[in-house]
């Protein structure tokens, strides 16, 4: 049974910072490739990030681009989103998910997802 576990969510000031993580088990973490989703209120889940196997292919949402930085660890099954300068609207639950495709930005090509973490950004 995969298993993915958020954390690092939290309240920050706009401009400020938080690192997400995301634990995974139940899989060998360096076959899948790992993305982050968000989801703000009345809004539909977006894409943020992806990074893949061997976590030397990245991509990212143009909103976040520059500020935002995915890596991984697969000897600790786990991923990260560094989130520097952010802003009220990347206020939002952020999910990490999983995926056996080597490129995947959409939703529909991860098969597991973690329960979400909580991002509140103030101006």
């Known amino acids: 049974q995969v298993q993915l576990v958020e954390s690092g969510g939290g309240l920050v000031q706009t401009g400020g910072s938080l690192r997400l993580s995301c634990a995974s088990s139940?899989?060998?973490?360096?076959?899948?490739?790992m993305g982050w989703f968000r989801q703000a209120p009345g809004k539909e889940r977006e894409f943020v990030a992806s990074i893949g196997w061997r976590g030397d292919v990245t991509y990212y949402a143009d909103s976040v681009k520059g500020r935002f930085t995915i890596s991984r660890d697969n000897a600790k099954s786990t991923v990260y989103l560094q989130m520097n300068s952010l802003k009220p609207e990347d206020t939002a639950d952020y999910y990490c998910?999983?995926?056996?495709?080597?490129?995947?930005?959409?939703?529909?090509?991860?098969?597991?997802w973690g329960q979400g973490t909580q991002v509140t950004v103030s101006s």
């Open positions: 139940g899989r060998t973490f360096s076959d899948v490739t």
């Open positions: 998910a999983q995926s056996l495709r080597w490129r995947a930005i959409t939703q529909d090509e991860y098969d597991y």
